[in-house]
């Protein structure tokens, strides 16, 4: 009862979904019961049974009702609709009509139509009367001229149609006598014409302050205007609404004296581009490819495409520059306990997130960040180069970040500012009245980075005082877990959960710091990936005009796998047990993408180092979670996870992987997401059929791969050419294929 007050005071989408689902059920049990009550006493077993089965759908969260409901009760709604229809007759109006002829015979039903339709015209006529007398007071009082409108006759006429049509079993009206409708429709006479003063009739759509027009009309499903001249959506309604239909004569009206508006100069239409012709892509495919969609189907709403089409003059496409959000230096810059301080650094090494303190960059290369974020994909979750596909992996997470890849994935879901409030003042130590000025500033559930740096050195700075006046021990304990919560809270959020705002941290992620022993606990690798590739999903869109996540990290990965790519230099305080992000300290680079965009596309096969971490094994072995393939998730979002697709970052033979829908199924519930990573990890992993044999060349693929690949992909941003015959084209298969095929045709 107390989950079900919350989820709805909460507005929580998924747990009010698994509470309801959880009533069902239990609803479905005790009427089980209820039918059988005679005999479950002789059942001795029951109640620890139904005792169990109610233990088992609440833990956790109720989540395992829901999957109940999807899985039997869903399945079953077809029978029970089967059944419903069988035995509950539908109401229908032809059937209603047939059963009054019966009782009354066909006069009396023509009788009841007539006085039907006399009742409704007798009430029109009295609101025109009483309209028509309205207008002649306001005239003799104000010396206005109105026009009588019609709305309430309107109304009682759709009301005599929609009693004369019939209703569907839902009130709302059939399709019952459409074609009588629409015939009556088509042979109604020329509406009335419009007086000079009015002007001419806006087009529909459109917005006219002068005619009274309205921002809000009507439109198409494609977003496009609909058409004036077919005036289809009041056909019946608008020829019975005339006054010709009543009988009565419209009165004469006093002349009024006219006044002359000045005229004002006609507009001047802007001159609009020649609209270009669609492509069809399905047939046609695009630029430079893909001429195969059935891999990349959201490939048109892709940044690569305007690249691609774009001028060599182009600056505002070739050379746009995009912001990049990264919150990694203020990680480097505040100041950090000693590491003799064991009671900060202790629940900092236990939690898994140490590793984040060394792992940041003070200056990134947003040039080669974003020629890399316009080719990425996330059909694929994937980065499409001339090479073929390379990807982010858990086990780029392990080898360069340290993070946990294995545990329970981050399940929070949002959060009230109540609920928000309560848990920075419980665990953190602020006040109430501070805490809700600050969520009226950030205008939402979010603690500024400033102000968690505050609590950090305050809290710190308490447990001393407590120190120095013998205060007892646990006052102490508790300024130093407020300290290190502060302090973690703002780790992730400047890191793995950085955002496009740059100066909040999200309030929802410190419940996960509530326990500090049980921090480890959590898939921390996992959120990180899925957030990175939340924000290159979206980055790769062409409106987009920012790019947030973890930069450092991506930044990382792209000198591990392309060393000659950018430019930095190795850390001098590097050791082999730290991790790979910590080795390297990058340059700044070029700001704008266009320099890295053409090394990509004449990027050959030893520019590319496949697998970077053989060094490192010894550090972090490859464990069965880096062969999981399947989805990701971290609270609401999820995200794919295909090591089938870079097998070369694994050193087997990349062959043509499956259809990403195989591995990670679309529509799969998030708890369905949670069951199948910690209970089926070992099914859903790459098995030794599928990862093929180990290449002898880092950049091997199996035939026919290349080929395939230049089909479905865009491996290319611009159409230029390499300067020169490279010593072997990373698309040598095409290049061998296409001679082989102009041989056969001579």
């Known amino acids: 009862m107390c989950a079900s007050v919350q989820a709805i005071e909460t507005d929580s989408y998924e747990q009010t979904k698994h509470l309801i689902s959880y009533w069902i059920l239990l609803s479905l049990i005790y009427l089980f019961e209820y039918a059988l009550i005679s005999l479950i006493p002789w059942f001795q077993p029951w109640l620890y049974i139904k005792l169990m089965i109610i233990f088992w759908l609440t833990i956790p969260d109720f989540g395992r009702a829901s999957y109940v409901y999807n899985n039997l009760i869903r399945s079953m709604k077809p029978k029970i609709d089967t059944w419903r229809k069988c035995f509950v007759e539908e109401d229908n109006f032809l059937m209603h009509v047939e059963k009054y002829m019966k009782e009354n015979g066909s006069e009396a039903l023509e009788k009841f139509i007539a006085s039907k339709n006399t009742m409704c015209w007798n009430n029109a006529k009295m609101t025109n009367e009483i309209i028509a007398t309205d207008n002649k007071e306001v005239l003799k009082t104000n010396g206005i001229r109105l026009q009588p409108e019609h709305k309430d006759i309107t109304f009682l006429i759709k009301i005599n149609m929609e009693e004369n049509v019939g209703r569907g079993r839902h009130g709302k009206p059939s399709n019952a006598n459409a074609s009588a409708r629409r015939e009556l429709a088509a042979n109604r006479p020329a509406k009335r014409g419009r007086s000079k003063q009015q002007g001419p009739i806006p087009a529909r759509g459109t917005y006219d302050a002068e005619a009274g027009g309205s921002r809000t009309r009507t439109r198409s499903r494609l977003g496009q205007a609909q ?79 305007p690249i691609w089409d774009a001028e060599p003059d182009d600056h505002e496409v070739l050379k746009r520059t995009l912001r990049c959000q990264d919150s990694g230096k203020k990680v480097i810059n505040i100041v950090k306990p000693p590491r003799s301080e064991r009671w900060f650094w202790d629940p900092i090494e ?15 290369d947003y040039g080669v960040i974003w020629a890399f974020v316009e080719r990425w994909h996330p059909e694929t979750s994937t980065f499409h180069l001339p090479l073929g596909e390379l990807g982010i992996t858990l ?106 705002s740059s100066y909040y941290a999200d309030v929802v992620y410190l419940q996960y710091f509530q326990d500090l022993s049980c921090v480890h606990e959590w898939n921390w690798g996992a959120a990180a990936l899925v957030h990175l590739q939340h924000y290159l999903d979206h980055g790769s869109a062409v409106s987009t005009t920012q790019m947030a996540g973890y930069m450092s990290f991506l930044q990382g990965w792209i000198i591990a796998h392309f060393p000659r790519l950018s430019v930095w230099v190795e850390a001098s305080r590097y050791t082999a047990n730290m991790p790979l992000n910590s080795k390297v300290v990058p340059g700044q680079g070029h700001k704008d993408a266009a320099g890295y965009r053409s090394s990509l596309d004449n990027i050959q096969t030893y520019d590319c180092v496949f697998s970077p971490y053989d060094a490192h094994r010894q550090v972090r072995p490859l464990i069965n979670a880096c062969w999981f393939s399947g989805w990701l998730r971290c609270g609401k979002l999820k995200a794919k996870h295909l090591p089938e697709r870079v097998l070369r970052q694994f050193q087997h033979v990349q062959g043509i992987p499956r259809n990403p829908s195989m591995s990670a199924t679309p529509g799969m519930n998030l708890c369905k997401i949670d069951r199948v990573f910690t209970e089926e990890l070992e099914l859903r992993m790459i098995d030794e059929e599928m990862r093929g044999r180990p290449v002898t060349s880092p950049w091997d693929t199996e035939p026919g791969y290349m080929s395939w690949f230049y ?32 041989m056969t045709l001579i």
């Not at 009565?248 to 802007?270: K, L, S, T």
């Open 227 to 305: 058409n004036a001249a077919e005036d289809d959506d009041f056909d019946a309604d608008q020829f019975l609404n005339q006054d010709a239909e009543y009988g009565e004569p419209e009165e004469p009206q006093p002349d009024e004296p006219q006044i002359e508006e000045p005229q004002q100069p006609p507009r001047r239409r802007p001159q609009q581009r020649p609209r270009q012709p669609r492509r069809d892509a399905a047939n046609e495919g695009y630029g430079g490819g893909p001429s195969d969609m059935s891999l990349l189907t959201q490939y048109g709403n892709h940044r690569a495409v």
């Open 350 to 364: 236990a939690s898994g997130l140490e590793p984040l303190t060394r792992v940041n960059f003070s200056v990134l």
């Open 395 to 500: 086990d780029d997470v392990q080898c360069l970040l340290h993070l946990p890849i294995q545990g329970k994935f981050l399940n929070h879901t949002k959060m009230s500012r109540g609920e928000g409030a309560d848990m920075v003042s419980s665990y953190l130590g602020v006040e109430r009245e501070e805490i809700d000025m600050t969520f009226a500033e950030t205008n939402g559930v979010h603690l500024k980075h400033s102000t968690l740096q505050t609590l950090y050195t305050t809290n710190q700075t308490s447990a001393e005082r407590a120190i120095a006046e013998n205060k007892p021990a646990h006052v102490v304990r508790l300024y130093r877990e407020r300290s290190v919560r502060a302090f973690m809270l703002h780790l992730v959020c400047c890191t793995i959960f950085s955002n496009k």
């Open 711 to 742: 089909r479905v992909s865009h491996p290319v941003m611009r159409p230029v050419q390499a300067p020169e015959s490279p010593p072997r084209p990373p698309n040598l298969e095409v290049l061998i294929e296409a001679a082989k095929q102009e």
